[in-house]
T-cell receptor
Framework: GENVEQHPSTLSVQEGDSAVIKCTYS??????FPWYKQELGKGPQLIID?????GEKKDQRIAVTLNKTAKHFSLHITETQPEDSAVYFC??????????FGTGTSLTVIP | ETGVTQSPTHLIKTRGQQVTLRCSSQ?????VSWYQQALGQGPQFIFQ???????GRGNFPPRFSGLQFPNYSSELNVNALELDDSALYLC??????????????FGEGSRLTVL
């Protein structure tokens, strides 16, 4: 089955700096890669996603890149703000439409 | 638009007991999936329901079972609870024609503690 690895597990950045979180996946047939943000005591919320026929997608301060050959995808957050502090999860959806999540990155933005 | 709601939010059980967790899907969503999230880990897929039938299952034993009702709400049942079942149980709904092709909308979860 699919295996998703996520790094780093914790990340601290100064407000205004950029943050990058990286994930790798094992199943080359996986075709949909969402990123979720989970705040304390809440369920994960989708922040951006990318499908396998696209290499990059951007939404304001958030971007995701996908390298299908290397089987890795990354989340980029620019101009970080304190409200970006949360746990971020990457995920991959396989051809059986099951989602496999990474182990999460705890992002702290220091004011 | 009504979001995904789960109940109860917290509960404590003892080993060997049974538990039922409930989920109301987002308005208009016909597919519900359940995830187990252990502390410090990512969500792990338990199973998915579409049109009242299970149409996908992760690597969980049969003592994890579920139901989906005609109004698309769902239940997760766990029998013979074990200490390792302690986790946050997340319900997610989506709009799909039997296959999840897009965004999952998660509830806030039910925190289960097994003593």
């Amino acid at each position: 089955g699919e295996n998703v690895e996520q790094h780093p597990s914790t990340l601290s950045v100064q407000e205004g700096d950029s943050a990058v979180i990286k994930c790798t996946y094992s199943d080359s047939a996986s075709n949909y890669f969402p990123w979720y943000k989970q705040e304390l005591g809440k369920g994960p919320q989708l922040i951006i996603d990318i499908r396998s026929n696209v290499g990059e997608k951007k939404d304001q301060r958030i971007a995701v890149t996908l390298n299908k050959t290397a089987k890795h995808f990354s989340l980029h957050i620019t101009e970080t703000q304190p409200e970006d502090s949360a746990v971020y999860f990457c995920a991959a959806m396989d051809t059986g439409n099951q989602f496999y999540f990474g182990t999460g990155t705890s992002l702290t933005v220091i004011p | 638009e009504t979001g995904v709601t789960q109940s109860p939010t917290h509960l404590i059980k003892t080993r060997g007991q049974q538990v039922t967790l409930r989920c109301s899907s987002q308005s208009g969503h016909n597919t519900v999936s359940w995830y187990q999230q252990a502390l410090g880990q990512g969500p792990q897929f338990i199973f998915q329901y579409y049109r009242e039938e299970e149409n996908g299952r992760g690597n969980f034993p049969p003592r994890f079972s579920g139901l989906q009702f005609p109004n698309y709400s769902s239940e997760l049942n766990v029998n013979a609870l074990e200490l390792d079942d302690s986790a946050l149980y997340l319900c997610a709904s989506s709009l799909a024609g039997g296959q999840i092709t897009g965004e999952l909308f998660f509830g806030e979860g039910s925190r289960l503690t097994v003593l």
